[in-house]
């Protein structure tokens, strides 16, 4: 039982993705290995070694053979040092990504208020009325966030939004401004870089390694604002999404703290060394 519960079920010739305690139990019956058998014996049996055939994670491991060398500076940035040296009242780091594919749907019946013994109650049945963007930045010590609304993303929109940040005070007048971005190809590269630092000479764009969303703090904001505002959603137009959107910008900002960041070089050189890659573990950044 434990063999079969530790094989795909399409290896067994089976057009599952996942083996259910249900479905192992209906497989072994069938191929009569046993004669009879609870689908709570299978659960203790599985139990005793934790395995779970019916759950599934996701996991991708970094292929950038300088990875520890790029997400090192950022994680630095996040502890307020930049190349050894801790950064000064007039530096300013900002984590900055796009919210991509938002979805406009109005449901066909409108959503309900909760009642006693019921929650909030959304339609399934919903038009479509296409997507949008929304591109942030967030204020890594400052816990300050900026965003805008765009029906699709481009060099422009993400021009945009650094040029109404960098207008502001303090970010005008400061030392430098360290944007943390990712490999998207709106500010992609050295091209990127040129372009901001030509406008604004005290910007400094640092790039993540690829596949490194997770160490992009603006994504905890994401996730917030996906959770609290956007789901469940009723948004016939993309006016109707960015007045959600930037009224919870608003709101976020009059709660908002710094995320409380731990993971560092260290945790970092740490969690590479158990990655079976050996070009991206034998490049750990001390």
């Given at each position: 039982?434990?063999?079969?519960?530790?094989?795909l079920?399409?290896t067994?010739?089976?057009?599952?993705?996942?083996f259910?305690r249900?479905?192992?139990?209906?497989?072994?019956l069938?191929?009569?290995?046993?004669?009879?058998?609870s689908?709570?014996?299978?659960w203790?049996?599985?139990r005793e070694d934790?395995?779970?055939?019916?759950s599934?994670?996701s996991w991708?491991?970094?292929r950038?053979?300088?990875?520890?060398?790029?997400?090192?500076?950022?994680?630095?940035?996040?502890?307020?040092?930049?190349?050894?040296?801790?950064?000064g009242?007039?530096?300013?780091?900002?984590?900055?990504?796009?919210?991509?594919?938002?979805?406009?749907?109005s449901?066909?019946?409108?959503?309900?208020?909760?009642?006693a013994?019921?929650?909030?109650?959304?339609s399934?049945d919903?038009?479509?009325h296409?997507?949008?963007a929304?591109l942030?930045?967030?204020?890594?010590?400052?816990?300050a966030?900026?965003?805008?609304?765009?029906?699709?993303?481009?060099?422009?929109a993400?021009?945009?939004?650094?040029?109404a940040v960098?207008?502001r005070?303090?970010y005008?007048t400061?030392?430098?401004?360290?944007?943390i971005?990712?490999?998207g190809?709106?500010?992609?590269?050295q091209?990127?870089?040129g372009?901001?630092?030509?406008?604004?000479?005290?910007?400094?764009?640092v790039?993540?390694?690829?596949?490194?969303?997770?160490?992009n703090?603006?994504?905890?904001?994401?996730?917030?604002?996906?959770r609290?505002?956007?789901?469940p959603?009723?948004?016939a137009?993309?006016?109707?999404?960015?007045e959600?959107?930037?009224?919870f910008?608003?709101?976020?900002?009059?709660v908002a703290?710094?995320?409380?960041?731990r993971?560092?070089?260290?945790d970092?050189a740490?969690?590479?060394?158990r990655c079976?890659?050996?070009a991206?573990?034998?490049?750990?950044a001390?």
């Amino acid at each position: 039982m434990k063999a079969l519960a530790c094989e795909l079920p399409a290896t067994l010739g089976l057009p599952l993705s996942r083996f259910s305690r249900a479905e192992l139990r209906r497989h072994v019956l069938a191929a009569g290995i046993v004669a009879e058998i609870s689908g709570v014996t299978i659960w203790r049996w599985l139990r005793e070694d934790a395995i779970r055939p019916w759950s599934h994670r996701s996991w991708i491991f970094p292929r950038d053979p300088d990875f520890a060398a790029k997400a090192g500076p950022v994680l630095d940035l996040y502890h307020r040092r930049w190349q050894g040296t801790p950064l000064g009242p007039r530096d300013f780091v900002l984590s900055a990504d796009e919210k991509t594919q938002i979805q406009l749907l109005s449901p066909r019946h409108p959503i309900t208020p909760p009642t006693a013994g019921h929650p909030i109650r959304v339609s399934s049945d919903y038009r479509r009325h296409g997507t949008c963007a929304y591109l942030a930045a967030w204020d890594v010590h400052r816990a300050a966030v900026f965003g805008r609304v765009v029906s699709t993303l481009s060099i422009a929109a993400f021009d945009a939004l650094v040029a109404a940040v960098m207008r502001r005070a303090p970010y005008r007048t400061a030392r430098r401004v360290f944007w943390i971005v990712d490999n998207g190809t709106i500010h992609r590269g050295q091209r990127a870089v040129g372009r901001l630092r030509a406008r604004w000479p005290n910007l400094m764009l640092v790039h993540l390694p690829v596949h490194a969303s997770w160490l992009n703090q603006v994504e905890i904001y994401f996730s917030i604002l996906q959770r609290k505002a956007l789901t469940p959603g009723d948004f016939a137009t993309e006016a109707a999404a960015a007045e959600r959107i930037l009224g919870f910008q608003h709101h976020y900002q009059t709660v908002a703290r710094p995320f409380e960041w731990r993971f560092t070089r260290r945790d970092l050189a740490r969690l590479l060394a158990r990655c079976p890659d050996s070009a991206t573990s034998t490049k750990i950044a001390a």
